[in-house]
């Protein structure tokens, strides 16, 4: 055992001294050769650290850009001949037309005792458009229309295809039956117009619903520089108009209320306008009917109009409108021509986009050879819910002369409630 | 003094000729947004216009005869698409230009190759506001969309003035390339504003949004295009009240009146930005607007 322990005591006593002496004896040279390379190590970390330091804040930096949100699109083009789709106005994976639903609601309050519609809230017409593109440069447009006046028996109200490449830069055409392009209201549909009632004038020199007409039109952009000036010519087959009133010279005899004509019409509309600045616009139109009547007698129908419109703000705008249309009739037994005429102005404001109020005057006489007319003051509120469903408020006050359409009465005071509604995607003209 | 004459002429007509060259390409924009990214992208080889005002809504543009003539004239034709500026449908259908028709070369829709957000999915009705079927039209307030809608203006201006690719090609990578250094400082201001949460007064902010990593808490309007109620803010404001929500972000062509009522119930603030170049006079660019709304965000949370 002491043997051990010595021998242990003899290697530790070798150890030591033979590591030591062996650091000795290397230390000056390796020193600093040691020294050099730690210095360079320490440089190298140092390089590698500020390499990922800048790696890192670059990282973070794409990262702030991608992993924050949805992927950045890319930095390349579509091939420069690559054509857009030729995608429908909505529902791009869709195969079916925009169609679209239309109701009109109305109420007449604080008309005539024994009036039949008196103080009734019931829906007046609906519609049913349907609007899709069927080719390059070709859309088609139709509406179906159930309306009270005809026991919401489904009609044809209008079914069109317009074409807007014929060859000639500005040049488009249409064929088919549709409203017809007579002043600023008559190829509105009831639900867009922005009246509870259409004016006198309208109703009683045009149409109660409208003057629809089936047949073609070629529609000019004429190349006016800064000036919007379009021109609309056509031939179309117009029908009887639903509206009739007796025809006091002959007994038992009626009358279609309005335009008149039936058989081929053909009808031309000017329509200029001018930006006055970014925010108003002037527009003048003027439009012409003609044909004949089933007595025989030469009817025409001219009118003309101007709109003043200034968009104020992003929803507040205001803008002036006035029509003036002159019915003339020749009497085919005397030869006689007779020429009857009305005319609106309104003024609407809508200060949001909920809102508008609004005031017209109208002032009208009926066709000869019917006696009377109207001439009444409005005042319109329209609140509107959606984008496509308003309610509407438009109170009347003055004298009617005829009970052609509602009765006659002087010192009248009606009120009448709309209520729109509607439902689908659904565009209209220009007008 | 003939030759004198020739010679002014000569110059003239050259100046002219130049001029011309300059922008022999005509682009109208259905608003603002676009038309800014277009003059990026277009230089000096394109006139550009917008439809639109800078003060207007893209949803209620009043389509006006004026603006048919200046479509008539146009070789692109660019829109935001998926519903937004529908009004702009009866303006090209009058054009009787068929270049700028859906099937046209010079038709761009900008949201085309966009991945859309809010896509409602089954059956939807009017009940539910005025919802767009694409999904959410309001792509162009993300900036990194910017791009996407660069990208084809640059493709129609191509498929016109062909002679022109290198020219935009060019011109979009740079204003690709700003809108993403804008995207890396518009990050880092958002990173810092305390709480994640705003309401905006229409759904107009779900891209902004998802990009930038804020959450929609609320909506001031009960359902988009649909009128706020002093019954729907009132609960509304409880709500914020609760979790803390400090902004609400409207566009600045709001009304301020649901906005205030709901800042005063609810203790948050209005921030009014601007969604239209040129609709204030900070946001002059696109990107300056952007900056224009970051900047206001961010304030109005801290």
């Given at each position: 055992?002491?043997n051990?322990?010595?021998?242990?005591?003899?290697?530790?006593?070798?150890?030591a001294?033979?590591?030591t002496?062996?650091?000795?004896?290397?230390a000056?040279?390796?020193?600093e050769?040691?020294?050099a390379?730690?210095a360079?190590?320490?440089?190298?970390i140092?390089d590698?650290q500020?390499?990922?330091?800048?790696?890192?804040?670059?990282?973070?930096?794409?990262?702030?850009q991608?992993?924050?949100?949805?992927?950045?699109?890319?930095?390349?083009?579509?091939?420069p001949?690559?054509?857009?789709?030729?995608?429908?106005?909505s529902g791009?994976a869709s195969?079916?037309?925009d169609?679209?639903?239309?109701?009109n609601?109305?109420?007449?309050?604080?008309?005539?005792?024994?009036e039949?519609?008196?103080?009734?809230?019931r829906?007046s017409?609906l519609?049913?458009a349907?609007q899709?593109?069927?080719?390059?440069?070709?859309?088609?447009?139709s509406t179906?229309?159930?309306?009270?006046?005809?026991d919401?028996a489904?009609?044809l109200?209008?079914?069109?295809?317009?074409?807007?490449?014929?060859?000639v830069?500005?040049?488009?055409?249409?064929?088919?039956?549709r409203?017809?392009?007579?002043g600023?209201?008559?190829?509105?549909?009831?639900h867009a117009?922005?009246?509870?009632?259409?004016?006198s004038?309208?109703?009683?020199?045009?149409d109660p619903?409208g003057?629809?007409?089936?047949?073609?039109?070629?529609?000019?952009?004429?190349?006016?520089?800064?000036?919007?000036?379009n021109?609309?010519?056509?031939?179309?087959?117009v029908?009887?108009?639903?509206?009739?009133v007796?025809r006091p010279?002959?007994?038992?005899?009626?009358l279609?209320?309005?335009?008149?004509?039936?058989?081929?019409?053909?009808?031309?509309?000017?329509?200029l306008?001018?930006?006055l600045?970014?925010?108003?616009?002037?527009?003048?139109?003027?439009s012409a009917?003609a044909?004949?009547?089933?007595?025989?007698?030469?009817v025409r129908?001219v009118?003309?109009?101007v709109?003043l419109?200034?968009?104020?703000?992003?929803f507040?705008?205001?803008?002036?409108?006035?029509e003036?249309?002159?019915?003339?009739?020749?009497d085919?037994?005397s030869?006689?021509?007779?020429?009857r005429?009305?005319a609106?102005?309104a003024a609407?404001y809508?200060?949001?986009?909920?809102?508008?109020f609004?005031?017209?005057?109208?002032?009208?006489?009926?066709?000869w050879?019917?006696?009377?007319?109207?001439?009444?003051l409005?005042l319109?509120?329209s609140?509107r819910?959606?984008?496509?469903?308003?309610w509407?408020l438009?109170?009347?006050?003055?004298?009617?002369t005829?009970?052609a359409?509602?009765?006659?009465?002087?010192?009248?005071?009606?009120?009448?409630?709309?209520?729109?509604?509607?439902?689908?995607?659904?565009s209209?003209?220009?007008? | 003094?003939?030759t004198r004459?020739a010679?002014?002429i000569?110059?003239?007509?050259?100046?002219?000729?130049?001029?011309?060259?300059?922008?022999?390409v005509?682009?109208?924009?259905?608003d603002?947004?676009?038309a800014?990214?277009?003059?990026?992208?277009?230089?000096?080889?394109?006139?550009?216009?917008?439809?639109?005002?800078?003060?207007d809504?893209?949803?209620?543009?009043?389509?006006?005869p004026s603006?048919i003539?200046?479509?008539a004239?146009?070789?692109v034709?660019a829109r935001?698409?998926?519903?937004?500026?529908?009004w702009?449908?009866?303006?090209?259908d009058?054009?009787?230009?068929a270049?700028?028709?859906?099937?046209?070369k010079?038709?761009?829709?900008?949201?085309?190759?966009?991945?859309?957000?809010?896509v409602?999915?089954?059956k939807i009705?009017?009940?539910?506001g005025?919802?767009?079927?694409e999904g959410?039209p309001?792509?162009?307030?993300d900036?990194?969309?910017?791009?996407?809608?660069?990208?084809?203006?640059?493709?129609?201006?191509?498929?016109?003035?062909?002679?022109?690719?290198?020219?935009?090609?060019?011109?979009?990578?740079?204003?690709g390339?700003?809108?993403k250094?804008?995207?890396?400082?518009?990050?880092?201001?958002?990173?810092?504003?305390?709480s994640?949460?705003?309401?905006?007064?229409?759904?107009?902010?779900?891209?902004?949004l998802a990009?930038f990593g804020l959450?929609?808490?609320?909506?001031?309007?009960?359902?988009p295009?649909?009128?706020?109620?002093p019954?729907h803010v009132?609960?509304?404001?409880?709500?914020m009240?609760?979790?803390g929500?400090?902004?609400i972000?409207?566009?600045?062509f709001?009304?301020k009146?649901?906005p205030?009522?709901?800042?005063?119930?609810s203790?948050?603030?209005?921030?009014?930005?601007p969604?239209?170049?040129?609709?204030?006079?900070?946001?002059?660019?696109?990107?300056?607007m952007?900056?224009?709304?970051v900047?206001?965000?961010a304030?109005?949370?801290?």
């Amino acid at each position: 055992m002491r043997n051990l322990w010595a021998l242990v005591a003899l290697a530790v006593c070798i150890a030591a001294p033979c590591s030591t002496a062996g650091a000795q004896t290397t230390a000056p040279a390796d020193l600093e050769q040691l020294k050099a390379l730690v210095a360079k190590q320490a440089e190298t970390i140092r390089d590698l650290q500020e390499r990922l330091t800048k790696l890192e804040g670059s990282s973070a930096a794409v990262g702030a850009q991608v992993a924050d949100g949805p992927p950045v699109p890319t930095m390349t083009l579509p091939g420069p001949t690559s054509r857009p789709p030729a995608a429908g106005q909505s529902g791009a994976a869709s195969a079916l037309p925009d169609i679209a639903v239309f109701g009109n609601n109305l109420g007449r309050m604080l008309t005539a005792k024994g009036e039949p519609s008196r103080s009734q809230f019931r829906i007046s017409e609906l519609e049913l458009a349907l609007q899709q593109r069927v080719a390059d440069g070709v859309l088609f447009r139709s509406t179906l229309a159930a309306g009270e006046g005809a026991d919401f028996a489904m009609g044809l109200e209008e079914g069109y295809v317009t074409f807007t490449r014929l060859g000639v830069p500005g040049l488009g055409g249409s064929l088919g039956k549709r409203r017809l392009p007579f002043g600023k209201l008559n190829s509105i549909h009831p639900h867009a117009a922005p009246y509870a009632e259409t004016p006198s004038a309208h109703r009683y020199l045009a149409d109660p619903d409208g003057v629809a007409g089936n047949g073609v039109a070629l529609n000019w952009l004429l190349p006016v520089p800064s000036l919007f000036a379009n021109l609309e010519l056509g031939a179309v087959r117009v029908g009887a108009s639903d509206a009739v009133v007796a025809r006091p010279d002959v007994t038992g005899a009626t009358l279609p209320l309005g335009f008149g004509a039936t058989g081929t019409v053909p009808m031309g509309r000017l329509w200029l306008s001018r930006a006055l600045n970014t925010a108003t616009e002037l527009e003048m139109g003027s439009s012409a009917l003609a044909g004949k009547a089933d007595s025989g007698d030469a009817v025409r129908l001219v009118g003309a109009d101007v709109t003043l419109k200034q968009m104020v703000g992003a929803f507040s705008r205001w803008q002036v409108q006035g029509e003036a249309l002159w019915h003339t009739r020749r009497d085919a037994g005397s030869g006689l021509s007779h020429t009857r005429s009305g005319a609106y102005v309104a003024a609407l404001y809508a200060p949001d986009q909920y809102r508008e109020f609004g005031l017209r005057y109208d002032d009208s006489r009926l066709p000869w050879p019917l006696e009377g007319g109207e001439r009444l003051l409005s005042l319109i509120w329209s609140n509107r819910l959606t984008e496509s469903s308003l309610w509407r408020l438009q109170l009347a006050h003055g004298d009617r002369t005829t009970d052609a359409l509602l009765p006659s009465r002087r010192g009248l005071t009606e009120l009448t409630l709309q209520f729109v509604w509607g439902a689908g995607s659904h565009s209209h003209p220009l007008q | 003094m003939r030759t004198r004459s020739a010679l002014l002429i000569a110059v003239a007509a050259a100046a002219l000729s130049l001029g011309r060259a300059g922008a022999d390409v005509t682009v109208i924009t259905t608003d603002t947004n676009l038309a800014d990214i277009a003059k990026q992208v277009a230089g000096d080889r394109a006139s550009v216009e917008s439809l639109a005002r800078p003060s207007d809504d893209p949803h209620h543009v009043v389509a006006r005869p004026s603006m048919i003539v200046k479509l008539a004239r146009a070789d692109v034709f660019a829109r935001i698409g998926m519903g937004l500026d529908m009004w702009a449908d009866a303006i090209i259908d009058r054009s009787g230009n068929a270049a700028v028709q859906p099937d046209g070369k010079g038709y761009a829709d900008c949201s085309r190759g966009l991945k859309a957000l809010d896509v409602p999915s089954g059956k939807i009705d009017p009940s539910m506001g005025d919802l767009h079927p694409e999904g959410n039209p309001h792509y162009l307030l993300d900036p990194a969309q910017g791009i996407l809608a660069a990208g084809n203006i640059a493709a129609a201006l191509i498929r016109v003035d062909p002679a022109g690719q290198p020219y935009y090609h060019a011109r979009f990578l740079q204003f690709g390339e700003r809108v993403k250094s804008g995207l890396q400082r518009w990050s880092a201001t958002l990173k810092g504003i305390p709480s994640r949460d705003v309401v905006p007064y229409h759904k107009t902010w779900a891209y902004f949004l998802a990009r930038f990593g804020l959450r929609e808490f609320g909506v001031l309007e009960p359902k988009p295009g649909v009128e706020p109620s002093p019954g729907h803010v009132s609960a509304l404001a409880q709500a914020m009240k609760q979790v803390g929500v400090r902004v609400i972000l409207c566009e600045l062509f709001r009304a301020k009146r649901w906005p205030d009522l709901l800042a005063s119930q609810s203790g948050a603030v209005a921030a009014f930005v601007p969604t239209s170049v040129g609709a204030d006079p900070q946001a002059d660019s696109y990107i300056a607007m952007c900056d224009t709304i970051v900047q206001r965000l961010a304030g109005a949370a801290r």
